[in-house]
């Protein structure tokens, strides 16, 4: 009889633990109770967050909401993942230490400066001896007038629109402009031409201020809103047909897509959206893509330079 107490007793130990060990398990995933894995993705990636399969619920709010939310501990405790781009993990490795788990690149593609339909040669001319966001910069708000191009006075003021820097692709489009600036990635806030970035910078961003989610786009469909605007190659590539032609700036600064665990949580399945951004263009990233485009810190500084210049 005591032998059967004891194996009993031992039966029930081992049942025990096994469900604690679920309990600790099911809180260290952040899952919803019915097992759904939750990943929240920034807005200008939602359609290729929807590729996601069944068992993974997708909400979408812009990367710096979500920024934002980890900053103040306010994200909701079921979230196990946060779809955005690499720049963006730079910010919350600043702002937010710990914040974020295991990472992981899903795809690339470099940031490009997108010339409104027949404005290719011209920019070309323009900028032939400089770094084109360096001279665009320069010449923003100056009529193509007193640029050189009285051929076509009906251009007007030479306009360029930024990416909103609040979405996952745009902030990556900033740091371009930014190393453009700089005539290099390595800079920090603590440079002393970083007074006269301040103000180059409010004078380029004042045309797309507002927020432009995709300036690329807006110059193809409405005529004379810019002459050129930050993108990416993935995505002017999509309006070639309409004569949106790409330059491709001094400094390498690329965008890379990345999902990101919140905390301890599980990274989930992401094969699905890689294979939507490669069939729209982007390239299979790896994880040297995962590396910091600029110094510590400087990711962040720029979004909050951003932020005071625009509004």
């Known amino acids: 009889m005591r032998r059967v107490l004891a194996v009993l007793g031992a039966v029930g130990m081992v049942a025990a633990a096994v469900i604690i060990r679920q309990a600790i398990d099911d809180e260290g995933t952040g899952s919803t109770t019915d097992g759904t894995i939750v990943v929240v993705c920034a807005e200008d990636l939602l359609d290729e967050c929807e590729a996601l399969g069944d068992g993974i619920e997708v909400r979408t709010e812009s990367a710096a909401d979500t920024a934002e939310a980890l900053a103040a501990g306010a994200l909701a405790e079921d979230v196990d993942a946060w779809i955005t781009s690499s720049a963006w993990l730079e910010v919350v490795t600043e702002r937010t230490p710990g914040a974020l788990g295991d990472a992981r690149a899903i795809a690339t593609s470099p940031t490009v400066v997108a010339t409104a339909p027949g404005r290719y040669e011209a920019i070309i001319d323009l900028c032939a001896t400089r770094d084109v966001w360096a001279c665009l910069g320069d010449a923003a708000g100056t009529d193509w007038a007193d640029l050189g191009d009285g051929t076509h006075p009906e251009w007007r003021e030479l306009k360029v629109g930024l990416t909103d820097p609040d979405s996952a692709v745009g902030l990556s489009g900033l740091a371009s402009a930014s190393a453009g600036f700089f005539g290099t ?124 210049v625009t509004r």
């Open 185 to 308: 990635a390595e800079f920090a806030v603590n440079d002393p031409a970083f007074a006269e970035f301040e103000s180059w910078l409010a004078n380029l961003a004042g045309p797309s201020a507002p927020g432009d989610p995709d300036p690329a786009r807006t110059l193809a469909t409405r005529p004379g809103t810019y002459s050129a605007a930050g993108s990416v190659a993935a995505i002017t590539s999509g309006f070639e047909a309409r004569d949106v032609e790409p330059i491709a700036p001094d400094q390498d600064v690329g965008v890379t897509v990345a999902v990101v665990a919140i905390g301890d949580h599980h990274l989930p399945d992401t094969a699905a959206v890689r294979d939507a951004l490669v069939h729209a263009g982007w390239v299979r990233a790896t994880d040297t893509d995962l590396a910091p485009t600029l110094k510590p810190g400087v990711m962040a500084a720029l979004h909050t330079l951003w932020r005071e």
